[in-house]
């Protein structure tokens, strides 16, 4: 297995760390360090406004992430890719830029049991605000009851909004199969990807899965914090309203009013985190140059032998399902009285020097589901993850467990 982990920084600087919370956000590599301190040291310039040559080359590099985004993806044009603060920005960017005009009283908007509230509450509160119907799509055995599927969507659905992947379960869930019995229920149905979990870890393709948003984050896919993208196809993005005003959305500002400039920049208004787009350029390179099927097969082993390896501990209960998942596992011990999972995880991070995440992940409603609500444990894996990770992980755990058997027992 290859190591990935000399290529970052803090990494290097943590040698004993077991950093298995990429899930929320993901390590930087050198490659994004360095380009964004390039842009600070040699054209830290505003885009779009300057016609000295530092500002041409910042505008330059800007509009060249779109394009490596685009080809990243797989978009039809470029035009596609609007840059946002993140997943959480972009859906909201959906709700009101797109929902606002276009969800009427009655109509219905189906979302599913399993979605992280970045994609749950928008869509609960542009409900609310229109007088629309919001259905649950339901969730058993840690997947979508695909079964059911034309029990919830109809003439009356306007629009769908779903995960790819779960943050919660790693399930990844058949959006091509989910878009095309849509469509031909409906065919004017449109359709929203959360794919915050999905595209740092496998090949995503726009144009195959046929949707007409998808949303996602840089920070989770190796690049910087502040920013993401909102894919918002050709079509639809005529249909959308801008959320922000201000300098860059124009076409013509009058006293008495003003119009927008068409395509992205609708939806960039003001100065956009220049360094971060920049720095997410250089993620999808590192990404590119690692190549998508050699970070999901990186990442399919080291989930394998997780599974295999709690699997032989009968008192420790694995979230998820086996197959058509991702490097997210949440787990929870079977049997009461051995503490929450806050408490797990704070020991295995003072004690054993592990990063996991307690608590309900942004996903309370699946939580309640499962009948867990005070949460789970989650571990994430990235690119730099390793088997002496999962180790370090399921052998701290063991001891966390014996902890509380001696707390109890005595
Ligand atoms: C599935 C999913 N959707 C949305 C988000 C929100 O992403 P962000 O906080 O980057 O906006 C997350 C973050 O954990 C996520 O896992």
Redesign the pocket.
Known sequence: MADYKKLFPLLIKNPDLHYLDS??TTLKPQVVLDKIMEYYTEYSANIHRGLYPMSERATMEYENVRKKVATFINTKHESEVVFT???????NLVSRGWGEDNILEGDEVVISEM??H??LVPWQELCKRKGAILRYWLVEDFQLVMADMETYIGPKTKLIAL?Q???VLGTVNPIEEIVERARKINPKICIVI?G??AVGHFKVDIQELNVDFY?F?A??MYGPTGV?VLYAKASRQLQMSPENFGGGMIKEVHKEGASWAIGPEKFEAGTPPIAQVIGLGAAVDFLSGIGMETVASHEKELIDYAIGKLEKYSNIRVLGKKNNRIGVFSVVFNDEDMGTAHDWSSILGSKFNVCVRAGH??AMPLHNLMGLPSGTLRASLGIYSTKEDIDAFVEGLIEVRKIFEETDNG
Do not use: F, I
């Open positions: 899930g929320a603060s993140g997943t959480t920005a972009s859906l979605e992280h970045s994609n995960t992947v779960s943050n959360d915050a979990q949303a984050s920070h989770k993401g992940h942004c």
